[in-house]
């Protein structure tokens, strides 16, 4: 089992910045990727980012340019940097680690929320 805890989370005004980061504990070996996921209010849960161990990342399309995700394998910890934050960023954030298709695991969310 891997257990993962994030911190971070918070509220912001438009335009700011939040950094949220993830720490994974327990069976770590073997995670190909992690990543962040979020879900507002009555939407479905989607991808974030994710970044991989050998460093590959993907960002969903909403925060391009905006948002930067990096890892430090030495402290099984996912950083998500969050500039330029936008009230549809509002959301509950997940923390994903993954080692296949079948075998992943989730933190509990952190609620970030944008508004003035």
């Known amino acids: 089992q891997v257990q993962l805890v994030e911190s971070g989370g918070g509220l912001v005004q438009p335009g700011g910045s939040l950094r949220l980061s993830c720490a994974a504990s327990?069976?770590?070996?073997?995670?190909?990727?992690m990543g962040w996921y979020r879900q507002a209010p009555g939407e479905q849960r989607e991808l974030v980012a994710y970044?991989?161990?050998?460093?590959?990342?993907k960002y969903a399309d909403s925060v391009k340019g905006r948002f930067a995700i990096s890892r430090d394998n030495g402290k099984n910890t996912v950083n998500l940097q969050m500039n330029s934050l936008k009230p549809e960023d509002t959301a509950i954030y997940y923390c994903?680690?993954?080692?296949?298709?079948?075998?992943?695991?989730w933190g509990q969310g952190t609620q970030v929320t944008v508004s003035s």
């Open positions: 327990g069976s770590i070996f073997n995670i190909y990727r």
């Open positions: 970044i991989t161990s050998g460093g590959n990342t």
């Open positions: 994903n680690a993954e080692k296949t298709p079948l075998i992943d695991y």
